[in-house]
C-alpha cells in the first residue's frame, strides 16, 4: 500500500524544532539535539512540517507501506 | 492549512503552557534596553543557558522550547501573517554559510569584549551610542547616566545590545523574505548547541 510520509533530509536539518512544534500527531521528535526524526507510524504525510521547515530540508514522499497503519 | 491534494486539515489545539509565551521576554528585553543600557547584560541568559543545556543535557531543548527569538519571530511571522512564507535560499542552512556565520559572529563578539577591555583599562572611553550591522553607529545616550559599575559594564552593555539587536534585525528580514524561522537556520547559537549535541552523539555510540 502507497501513503503519504514526511522525510527529512538529515544534511540540512538544523534540529529548530519547528516541525515538532508544528506536527498535529505529535510524529516528530529531536533526535539528541542533531536532526528531526519522524515516527512513520504516526506521520499521515500532512506535510505541515514540510511547508513550515526554515531550512526546506523536509519532503512529503510516497512511500510503499506494508501493513496498513 | 493544506496539503499538496487540497485537503483542509485542522490542526488540533495543542496545550499551551508558559512557555508558548517566551517571545515577550524578546520584547522585553529590548524595551529595557532602550530605557537602561545595563539590562543588556541579561541577553547573557540567551547565550549561556543553551550552551548548558547542550553540553549537559546534551539536546537542543532551549532552541525547540524556549528561545523567545524564534518564538517572536514564529508570532510575527506566522500569526500576525507578515512572512512571505516563501522557501529560502539553500546556501542559508549549509554546513559551510552556518559555521562561517558563526566565526564571523564569534569575531565580532571578541572585538566587542576587547572594545569593553579598552573602557576597562582606560585607553578608550566610553560613548553611548550602540552599532548596527557592526556599521552604522546610532545615538542611545538617554539609555545612560552613569550607575554604581565602573563605564566598562556600560560599554560591554552598549556592545551586547549592538549584537543582539543587529541578530533580531538580520532575524526579522529573513523572516520577512523567507519562513518565520528562517533565522533559526543558521542562528549562530543554534549552530554552535547542534555542534556540541553532534558531537557529545558521536561519542555516545
Redesign the interface.
Known sequence: MVK?KAKVDVS?C?????C???C?RGAIS?????YSVVDMAKCV????CA???????IS?ETVEVSNDK | MTNSNNVKIKKPKRKKSWMDYLYIWSIIYFALGFFNILFAWLGLIDFILPLIVAIFAGNKYFCNNLCGRGQLFWFLGNKLKLSRKKKAPKFLSSNWFRYGFLAFFLTMFANMVFQTYLVFSGTDSLRKAIKLFWTFKVPWKWAYNGSIFPDWVAKFGFGFYSLMLTSTLIGLIVMLLFKERTWCSFCPMGTMTQGICKLKAKRKE
Do not use: E
Request: charged letters at 20%; aromatic letters at 4%; hydrophobic letters at 30%.
Open positions: 503519504r540540512h538544523v534540529a529548530c524544532g519547528v515538532q512544534k508544528q498535529p529531536i533526535f539528541r539535539g542533531c504525510g500532512c506535510g505541515i511547508k513550515v521547515c526554515p531550512a526546506d530540508t512529503i
